[in-house]
């Protein structure tokens, strides 16, 4: 099978590597890919939003299944296009992925099925929005959609920090605005492939989302995660298969646009109950990072029957072990940094399945490894306990010699 992985991040880099292992596999290419997708896979500069351009790729290179990393090709519709041109795609339409790009589309599907999730309000209008906040007082949650959204969310402990958020996002002609309640608990992810019709758990994930150690400072795209997240117990997923995914996915079938991909289910639980606190259309990077690390070559082989519409015969064969990834990141990261250093030290790793070093921004410059972005590199390991694979990936780190970079030195520490 010829396997085309759209993407450029430690994410599409922990795809490839598990893929690369399954036998079914025969040409990998990644587009963009970075410099360590390079070691295992043909690079290939593509534009991932032009549906035309990635299925006429797609076309002159025999592929078989395409596999969509980001969430910015979903949303521009490529594997709508791609699916025109017959070809085999693992992400959903975008008509689908509104359950990731537009908050109140999820909030209508939780209200069409009781799926439990937070309080919430949608408001196009600045003053009635500013009423709404007054009337509930804090804490309260502040999140842009529509036409703001990438403007992000703001958990406003205070009325006025809340009143900044709504100034700000309506500071944008046209902005539209979701206010929620706000949650309490323990936060997890929970990750479902899904083919249409039917779906299958395939792990469960915590991230740490502020650059800092002890949870402090901005927040980041995630810097480091570990799976699986022990408060997601047997009980909590079954009730979350029952009330919140199933329904979902049963919904979406109904409207016409049936879920085809995966379906990363972010939670609140507390008290024995989970809500939904937001869904995604494509793995979480890190989070992919750790379930790859655990699921291996099989990864493969599920990722094509979601893509296929068989997903109802397949299972996954589970180690009792625990994945846990650490990010490296440009200092400065998520706001200003340079970008050029060299990274040294990543050529002498061990090759060695239980300690993989996956790249993100990265570029190869004569023999050099270069940083090109804010995360650069995903430091990963496995183990029988969560403490064995914590203590294989801060190996891992303490062998790259990379001054510009930082890291979080307590990843994990809420489940250890
Ligand atoms: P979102 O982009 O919707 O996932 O929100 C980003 C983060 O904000 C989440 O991971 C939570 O930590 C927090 N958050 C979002 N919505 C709520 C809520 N209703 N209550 C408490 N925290 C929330
Ligand atoms: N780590 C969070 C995300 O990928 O959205």
């Known amino acids: 099978m010829n396997i085309l992985i759209l993407g450029g991040g430690a994410r599409e880099h922990a795809l490839a590597w598990a893929i690369r292992q399954n036998p079914k596999c025969d040409r990998l290419i990644v587009a963009p890919g970075n410099a360590g997708i390079g070691d295992l896979a043909e690079c290939a500069a593509l534009d991932l939003l032009d549906g035309d351009a990635v299925a006429r790729f797609a076309d002159d290179n025999a592929v078989d299944l395409v596999v ?3 969430e910015a090709p979903l949303a521009a519709g490529v594997s709508d296009r ?23 589309f999820t909030k209508e599907v939780c209200d069409a099925t009781g799926a439990p999730t937070a309080g919430w309000a949608h ?15 804090a804490p309260i949650v502040v999140k842009a959609d529509g036409l703001a959204a990438g403007k992000g969310v703001t958990v406003a402990r205070t009325l006025a920090e809340a009143e900044a958020a709504l100034d700000a996002l309506f500071a944008t002609p046209g902005a539209e605005v979701v206010i929620e309640e706000f949650m309490t608990g323990e936060e997890a992810s929970f990750f479902v492939l899904c083919d249409g019709t039917d779906a299958l758990p395939i792990g469960s ?9 002890g949870d402090e400072g901005p927040n980041t795209g995630g810097m480091g995660a570990y799976s699986p997240a022990p408060v997601l ?34 939670l609140m639980i507390a008290d024995g109950q989970a809500r939904l606190v937001e869904y995604n ?27 296929s519409g068989r997903l109802a015969g397949m299972r996954v064969n589970w180690a009792d072990d625990h994945a846990l990834c650490v990010v490296m990141a440009t200092r400065g990261y998520p706001g200003e940094h340079a970008n ?36 650069v590199l995903s430091a990963c390991g496995r183990g029988e306990t969560l403490a064995e694979a914590r203590a294989r990936a801060y190996a891992l780190v303490a062998a790259i010699d990379w001054p510009e970079g930082f890291c979080r030195s307590d990843i994990g520490w809420r489940a250890l």
Request: proline residues 5%.
């Open 68 to 70: 969509i990393g980001p």
């Open 82 to 104: 791609l699916r025109e041109a017959g070809l085999r795609v693992f992400g959903p339409s975008r008509a689908a992925a509104l359950l990731e790009t537009s908050k109140t």
């Open 123 to 137: 408001f196009d209008d600045a003053a009635a929005a500013f009423a709404h906040v007054r009337a509930r007082g």
């Open 205 to 213: 994930a915590q991230d740490h989302k502020r650059a800092f150690d």
């Open 233 to 266: 117990t047997p009980a909590i997923e079954a009730q979350v298969m029952a009330r919140i995914v199933r329904p979902t996915l049963a919904e979406m079938a109904r409207r016409g646009t049936p879920y085809q991909g995966v379906l990363y289910v972010g």
């Open 281 to 307: 259309a494509r793995f979480g990077d890190p989070e992919c990072q750790v379930l790859m690390l655990r699921l291996g070559a099989q990864a493969l082989d599920l990722i094509e029957a979601a893509a």
């Open 340 to 375: 050029g250093s060299s990274v040294r030290g990543t050529g002498a790793l061990p090759a060695d399945p239980a300690s993989v070093l996956f790249h993100a921004a990265t570029r190869r410059e004569g023999g050099q490894i270069i940083a090109a972005g804010g995360r």
